[in-house]
RNA sequence: GCGCUCUUAGCUCAGCUGGAUAGAGCAUCGGUUUUCUAAACCGAGGGUCGGUGGUUCGAGUCCACCAGAGCGCACCA
């Protein structure tokens, strides 16, 4: 039921026909008509701005063109009250109060699919995200994009597409190798009171690796752990096991779930980077050569040396990028190149990886190495999601990574849970900072969108509860013969937009749209519901302890929208506050 | 030096792929509770959408240039 759509199919049919009478010229694409919501202080319920976009091919005004559509579209439709043309040229209906009975029965009899996209074209998806290094629990910093990426999967699945969430394990590399050192060492500490080195820079000085040495040493007594290299290879794979079962419960507390871990490893073990290696030398992609020093850096520290490069450049990155490091070994950028390699022989339609900021800058070579693998442009979406800027009492404090104080997921969730840590990281577009208040996110009040939201939730389950309903039953009504009020309509207006905003937030993978627009939905109900204090007629329950049919589905349709919303965004509807 | 992102009210931000009179919250000031949850509501003031050009019926939105902020720029991951 998008009441948009509906008429904007409506007046495409129109004008087809207009023009197979010869009376109206189309212009090469009709992709610029839309039907919209009018600005504030309109009074009309949609508008479209179809005379415009026709007013060109037509060589006439599109005041002159409008004028002449007004009066097709009314004698088309009853519901409509008025129709009228304003200034530019937009066409502005205003429905029946009748039409919202309808709307309303709609929508309530369908609400599981309330808002689902249908004209989306259904696709598979896989979204990578977190991919945090296996070397210790996710902190802050890893807590945004793991929640947008989350998010984006539960719109999609929501709009009934196929998703895959991924997690890339870097377990392969000079940071696993420092990590497994620094438990090594840790567990040197337990065993024989040997001090950690801690002055040795290139270790992880965590206090959580000396958990990790204990589990390890206390599951595995037969290891010994006199000379690194011959504990290494168990070690690295216990170690890597430990980071992951604190990463995965970090994510379960966040409330999310991957369905696949693909280990970096294995990806180089079963030699997948020498075929995709393999694959784009057969397309000149790659060759031995010299990578240009950056202008920043002083002559003197750039080493220059020949090495296996690919070029990205020819898909309009600055520069080509190295595959192999000069002691033979694969970077990170090679082995990413045979991962996504990999992703893409499992005939995915559509990749999304979701970055962090100061990741932004390997998104060039990594959609260039899949535009050259998969020869379609756009196969692999990335999503940066910039920094959280954390305040506490008015004052930003910074972590320290070096120093091993940095705040945890963990930190985050019990200091102000789940719900508000993703509900706050939401509410912002994942283009700007985001400043996260950990006194404001606490706080119990209207400074709190999340509380503000739920509040709103927990209002209707109070009535559905004095009247002995239970708000998560079906709610069936026979006869929807209602004479709803300006005021009343304004929010079914609003419930209209919510396909809209599903729309919007699937197809440009911008979550944020669903909290805003659920606290704009919860404002209004607000609104409405202090009404009830001077006028009784706006109160959902009557004298009589009953609430009529009227207000009953008016309450429901509301009630839907904001669970459905919450459900994507990942957060609970209290029944009680 | 180069790349990406951002610049909208005093502060923090929305603005639905170019539409009409640019919207919220916070802060400030003033009001609302014998009545379904005041974790709420109502009202007031507050704007050259960073700047300059351009594209067109129409620009906060697209393009170019300029200014400022953040992030990044080797074989790290």
């Not at 009066?71 to 919202?100: C, H, M, R």
């Not at 808002?115 to 074209?121: A, F, H, L, Q, Y």
């Not at 499992?346 to 990594?366: E, P, T, V």
């Not at 050259?372 to 404090?397: M, Y």
């Amino acid at each position: 039921m998008n009441i948009f759509d509906h008429y904007l199919d409506k007046i495409i049919i129109l004008i087809k026909k207009l023009n197979k009478e010869g009376s109206l010229e189309l212009p090469e694409s009709l992709n610029g008509i839309n039907v919209d919501i009018p600005p504030l202080n309109f009074d009309c319920d949609i508008s479209t701005n179809v005379a415009m976009v026709l007013s060109k091919a037509n060589k006439k005004s599109s005041i002159d063109i409008a004028n002449t559509l007004v009066g097709l579209i009314k004698d088309t439709d009853e519901k409509i009250e008025t129709i009228s043309v304003a200034k530019p040229g937009f066409i502005n209906i205003k429905f029946k109060a009748i039409y919202w009975n309808n709307f309303i029965k709609n929508v309530n009899e369908d609400y599981k699919n309330f808002g689902v996209n249908i004209k989306e074209e259904k696709k598979k998806y896989l979204i990578e995200f977190v991919s945090a290094n296996p070397t210790g629990p996710l902190h802050v910093g890893h807590c945004r994009g793991a929640i947008l990426g989350d998010v984006i999967s539960n719109i999609l699945i929501f709009n009934k597409h196929d998703v895959s969430k991924e997690y890339y394990v870097n377990d392969y590399g000079n940071q696993i190798i420092n990590f497994t050192k620094s438990v090594y060492f840790r567990i040197r500490e337990i065993l024989y009171n040997e001090k950690f080195p801690i002055e040795n820079t290139d270790l992880y000085p965590g206090d959580y690796l000396v958990d990790i040495a204990k589990n390890i040493t206390d599951l595995n007594n037969n290891l010994k752990f006199d000379k690194f290299d011959d504990v290494s290879k168990e070690l690295t794979l216990l170690s890597v096991a430990e980071s992951l079962k604190l990463i995965k419960t970090n994510l379960a507390n966040l409330g999310i779930v991957h369905d696949k871990f693909t280990s970096e490893t294995e990806i180089v073990i079963n030699k997948e980077v020498e075929k995709v290696i393999e694959k784009l030398k057969q397309k000149n992609l790659v060759y031995k050569g010299k990578i240009k020093a950056p202008k920043a850096d002083d002559d003197k520290n750039w080493v220059e040396r020949d090495q296996l490069l690919f070029r990205s450049t020819d898909f309009g990155d600055d520069k080509d990028r190295a595959l192999q490091k000069s002691d033979k070994s694969w970077t990170y950028f090679a082995s990413d190149a045979a991962y996504h390699h990999n992703k893409l022989s499992r005939n995915y339609d559509l990749l999304i990886n979701i970055l962090g900021a100061d990741h932004a800058g390997y998104i060039k070579r990594i959609t260039s190495v899949v535009e050259a693998l998969s020869g379609t442009k756009n196969k692999l979406i990335c999503k940066v999601s910039q920094l959280v800027k954390l305040i506490k009492d008015g004052k930003p404090f910074k972590m320290s990574k070096r120093k091993g104080d940095y705040i945890t997921v963990e930190d985050l969730i019990s200091e102000v849970g789940k719900d508000a840590t993703r509900f706050i990281m939401l509410n912002r577009s994942s283009d700007v900072e985001l400043d996260f208040d950990f006194t404001k996110v606490k706080e119990k009040s209207k400074d709190n969108p999340l509380y503000y939201v739920q509040y709103c939730y927990a209002r209707i389950s109070s009535v559905f509860r004095h009247v002995n309903l239970d708000i998560n039953k079906d709610l069936t009504i026979y006869e929807y013969n209602f004479n709803y009020s300006n005021d009343e309509i304004k929010i079914l207006k609003k419930i209209a937009e919510w396909p809209k905003c599903i729309e919007a937030a699937s197809l440009r993978l911008e979550p944020h749209r669903i909290p805003v627009y659920l606290y704009e939905l919860s404002s209004e109900f607000h609104s409405y519901w202090n009404m009830g204090k001077e006028n009784y007629s706006k109160r959902f329950i009557n004298d009589k302890k009953k609430i009529p049919n009227e207000k009953l589905v008016f309450l429901k349709v509301i009630s839907n929208v904001i669970k459905s919303g919450m459900t994507i965004v990942g957060v609970n509807t209290p029944e009680k506050m």
